[in-house]
């Protein structure tokens, strides 16, 4: 019977040491998971300020090609509209001067109230008008040569933006130090009682 005893308090005794360990590792275990955590919350950080970084990189470029294609288009349209008034200009200032001299001609000829002379300078006048339009024309196609520029240069933008990922806390699933320590007592324990009531049977 003493021999029971003695086995029965080496059992408690192996069952507290094992809880002891179980304790440990279970402590161990839960700060290793804090570490892993820290680690990954100070990934995620890092990761959403180089997005953020490259986000605003990518505004200040936007912005500079919106506002470079809005200069290059006002300083063509500016240009081309002085060339379309000096060219008409010039081809009403020469149209009067043909015209003039046209008349002149015609009048010491043939007479201003001819059918000959109304045909030629009415001839003259549609030419002029017909000129003034192509010229007119020309500019509309300018004016949208340009828009079509600006717009394929604002279509260069990048406006692909993925939001940072959020860090998102995981839940720690492994059992705390105290339940550790109460599971692997109770085990132990059973464990060694039944060691114990096996001893005693046979004995």
Do not use: C
Not at 39 to 66: G, M, P, Q, S, V
């Amino acid at each position: 019977m003493p021999a029971l005893y003695v086995m029965g308090g080496s059992v408690l005794l192996q069952a507290f040491a094992g809880a002891q360990q179980a304790r440990v590792k279970a402590m161990i275990d839960r700060e290793n998971w804090r570490m892993q955590e820290i680690t990954r919350a100070e990934t995620a950080a890092n990761a959403a300020w180089f997005d953020t970084l490259n986000h605003a990189e990518r505004w200040a470029t936007n912005k500079a090609i919106a506002r470079e294609a809005l200069s290059v288009r006002e300083k063509t349209k500016f240009w081309d509209n002085l060339r379309h008034q000096n060219a008409a200009s010039e081809l009403s200032k020469g149209m009067r001067q043909a015209y003039g001299n046209l008349r002149g001609e015609l009048v010491s000829r043939v007479g201003a109230k001819s059918a000959t002379a109304r045909a030629l300078l009415r001839s003259s006048m549609q030419n002029y008008y017909k000129a003034r339009e192509n010229m007119n024309v020309n500019e509309t196609l300018k004016g949208r040569m340009r828009e079509q520029a600006y717009q394929q240069t604002l279509a260069t933008r990048d406006f692909g933006f993925t939001p940072a990922a959020q860090f998102r806390p995981g839940a720690y699933v492994g059992a705390s130090p105290s339940d550790a320590y109460k599971m692997a007592l109770i085990q132990g324990i059973a464990g060694g009682v039944s060691s114990v009531a096996g001893a005693a049977a046979k004995a």
